[in-house]
């Protein structure tokens, strides 16, 4: 419980400092930080329309926050959820087109599944190259993630194009239920909360997500007491995969109603970011992510009603990233440090 309060209190530290560094740039413009904050939160919440786009926002930050985590809990850095989903989303608008001989219910499970499966394929190849042949899952995941836009950005422009100006597919035969009307809010949200609590329960409460943790903490340990470190890393990545795959579903079937090319740009990126900060803490995650999409959503509203511009935003996201970056630098130094010390106590 102790260390549950303090990783909350660094959280809400780390809040606070970036949100008081960019009322410093904010008021460099000659701008009032209460004012443009305030038009921030109005912007994210002040009705449906608002409150439904932070909704929507956060779906799909929700998931690919939670994906990095749960792969982090196993040692792995997966820098390639963006290209999960994307081809998850790709994946799900091809079913939702063609398979419209299933009926309504099996289509809808059709598109996840198949998104899911697709996205924890991907994610095999770097963790399946990782464990048995030692490469660097970072980058390989980083060059899959512009193979993945490759690959669906020609089938949109090609096979799968809908014909029109911009480069997308047909519509969907089967849509996800908005309820926050004219926002794109949508039922995937609650599919991926209870997405989210199963992977937490999974996590904390099973024979399987203590292996994860194992594994993550120290694989020579795991590998000791008869766990394959090699078969749970590759499991996590298939996981967080999937996860990457469901969230380019949802958007999919739950926002646009079509595949729009480039429309994953940013989301693996932010929910790494949501991520890394509260340090894969798959509890704290989802509140970071929801915190990152009410700055996404709110940040039209506030250059609307005060002079600040949206930009404003980019800079705080930006110097959450420079806290993170500088926290986890400190903890190196620190690890090496305590090395030094015990071999000069050696």
Not at 105 to 134: H, Q
Not at 141 to 165: D, Q, R
Not at 195 to 207: E, N, Q, R, S
Request: charged share 10%; glycine share 10%; aromatic share 12%.
């Amino acid at each position: 419980m102790d260390n549950a309060w303090k990783a909350i209190r660094k959280v809400l530290l780390t809040v606070v400092l970036a949100l008081f560094i960019g009322a410093l740039f904010i008021l460099l413009i000659s701008e009032n930080p209460i004012d443009a904050y305030a038009a921030l939160f109005r912007g994210a919440f002040n009705g449906k329309l608002s409150f439904g786009t932070t909704l929507a926002s956060f779906t799909p930050l929700l998931l690919t926050s939670t994906a990095f985590a749960i792969a982090a809990k196993a040692g792995a850095f997966n820098v390639g959820v963006e290209g999960e989903v994307f081809l998850g989303g790709i994946v799900a608008a091809y079913i939702g087109i063609n398979w419209t001989f299933l009926p309504v219910p099996l289509l809808y499970a059709a598109c996840f599944l198949g998104a899911m499966i697709v996205g924890a394929a991907w994610a095999f190849i770097p963790g399946f190259l990782k464990s048995y042949y030692n490469v660097n899952e970072v980058c390989v995941t980083i060059l899959m993630n512009s193979v993945a836009l490759y690959i669906t950005s020609y089938l949109v422009s090609g096979p799968m194009s809908a014909g029109v100006a911009n480069a997308q597919s047909d519509p969907v035969t089967v849509r996800l239920y908005q309820f926050l009307k004219p926002s794109s809010a949508n039922v995937g949200l609650f599919i991926a909360i209870a997405a989210v609590v199963f992977i937490i329960w999974m996590l904390k409460k099973t024979t399987f997500g203590y292996k994860i943790r194992t594994v993550g903490t120290n694989p020579m340990h795991a590998e000791y007491v008869g766990i394959n470190p090699r078969k749970i890393f590759i499991k996590s990545m298939m996981i967080s995969g999937a996860l990457g795959g469901m969230a380019g579903c949802i958007e999919v079937l739950g926002v646009h109603g079509y595949f729009l090319n480039n429309f994953a740009t940013g989301l693996g990126s932010n929910g790494m970011l949501a991520a890394l900060i509260v340090k894969s803490d798959v509890v704290l995650a989802p509140f970071m992510a929801f915190f990152l999409a009410i700055l996404k959503s709110g940040a039209m509203g506030m250059q609307q009603s005060t002079g600040v511009p949206k930009s404003i935003v980019d800079t705080i996201t930006a110097i959450f990233i420079i806290i993170a970056t500088m926290e986890l630098l400190f903890q190196f130094n620190g690890k090496r440090k305590k090395k030094k010390k015990d071999k000069a106590e050696a």
